[in-house]
């Protein structure tokens, strides 16, 4: 990490390196160590830090209440996930999205195409966003485009 961090620090441009401590992702559900590990990557230098898959809010706060540098939370787990507010409210500076979005786009087109397969119906078009309006998301002049 310090020498990430080393690089990071050398490069010509603004750059947040944030450190990973991915215990609950590999099998290694130790609250304490993934502490531990996040708090010698803060040491080095980290921007920012994050912990994908902690178990639930009250580890979140836990390790939001003993890093001085923001903690990022990813979102997408199945029941690993909570609202924005709950996030703010024990800490988390950034919430990141990973492949959710991706993930809910397939999983409708997915279902979509068993409809169709399956039933020989097409209901999902009822629930979809109409042409114009998906439109205006993905134009630059959008005001939904940030």
Do not use: W
């Not at 215990?23 to 912990?51: K, W």
């Not at 087109?109 to 993905?138: C, H, I, W």
């Amino acid at each position: 990490m310090a020498a990430a961090v080393e690089a990071a620090r050398k490069l010509p441009f603004p750059f947040t390196l944030t450190a990973r401590a991915e215990n609950f992702l590999r099998g290694n559900p130790n609250l304490d160590d993934t502490i531990q590990r996040l708090q010698a990557f803060e040491a080095a230098g980290a921007d920012v830090l994050m912990a994908p898959g902690l178990p639930d809010l009250a580890a979140v706060q836990t390790v939001c209440a003993v890093l001085s540098r923001p903690f990022n939370f990813m979102a997408g787990i199945k029941d690993r996930s909570f609202t924005t507010a709950e996030l703010a409210s024990v800490g988390v500076k950034r919430i990141s999205l990973a492949t959710s979005l991706y993930r809910a786009a397939m999983s409708g087109l997915v279902n979509a195409a068993r409809e169709v397969k399956d039933q020989g119906t097409f209901g999902y078009v009822d629930a979809a966003m109409a042409t114009p309006e998906l439109n205006s998301y993905m134009s630059s002049s959008s005001p939904h485009v940030r």
